[in-house]
């Protein structure tokens, strides 16, 4: 089984069982949508759940699953890791991709020198960012066509555009 993590239980919120998420995935709506079947690692041990409820704002929400009723089973799940299983995640149209297919991939520029390592994608009002880290530390590049030239999920390569001042 493939699992691609989605997010952590911060804390318990509420009296009937609901729990804070931090999302680290995109399509936030699509993931914690009511009736979905993620997998949670707690204490090292996976079990399935069903989202009952979900309410996001950005990356943060707040989350009702079918194992806790009470505020103290919920707290119980703090710091609990979410996972789905990739067999359930939908393939994109071309030239859209996942974040989690993005991060780790190879950041090269025009002339196939490798730049860096793609850390983290962030989303932003206007566009994703690549978070890209080099043997300098690391910078953003926008995730658009004026930057990002090529892209190649199963080789794990990126090549973008370098311009005076990105880095």
């Known amino acids: 089984m493939d699992l691609l993590y989605l997010g952590k239980v911060t804390k318990a919120v509420g009296l009937k069982g609901q729990v804070r998420v931090f999302s680290d995935s995109d399509f936030v709506e699509e ?9 949670i690692e707690l204490n090292n041990q996976l079990s399935d759940v069903t989202v ?5 704002s950005g990356n943060i929400g707040t989350v009702l ?19 789905i299983d ?3 995640v939908k393939s994109l ?3 859209d991709y996942y974040y989690f297919d993005l991060k780790d991939c190879d950041v090269l520029d025009t002339n196939h020198q490798l730049i860096g390592k793609v ?11 690549l978070r890209i880290q080099d ?15 090529e892209v190649d999920i199963q080789s794990k390569k990126i090549v ?6 990105l880095r």
């Open 31 to 39: 993931r914690f949508k009511k009736g979905t079947s993620l997998k």
């Open 52 to 56: 009952l409820s979900a309410s996001f």
């Open 65 to 83: 699953f079918n194992i806790t009723k009470t505020r103290e089973e919920a707290e119980k799940l703090r710091d609990a890791l979410l996972y």
């Open 86 to 88: 990739r067999n359930q």
């Open 93 to 95: 149209a071309i030239d």
């Open 119 to 129: 850390i983290e994608v962030l989303e932003q009002p206007s566009s994703a960012v």
């Open 135 to 149: 043997n300098q530390g690391d910078f953003l590049v926008p995730f658009v066509k004026a930057f990002v030239k």
């Open 160 to 165: 973008i555009e370098m311009v005076e001042g």
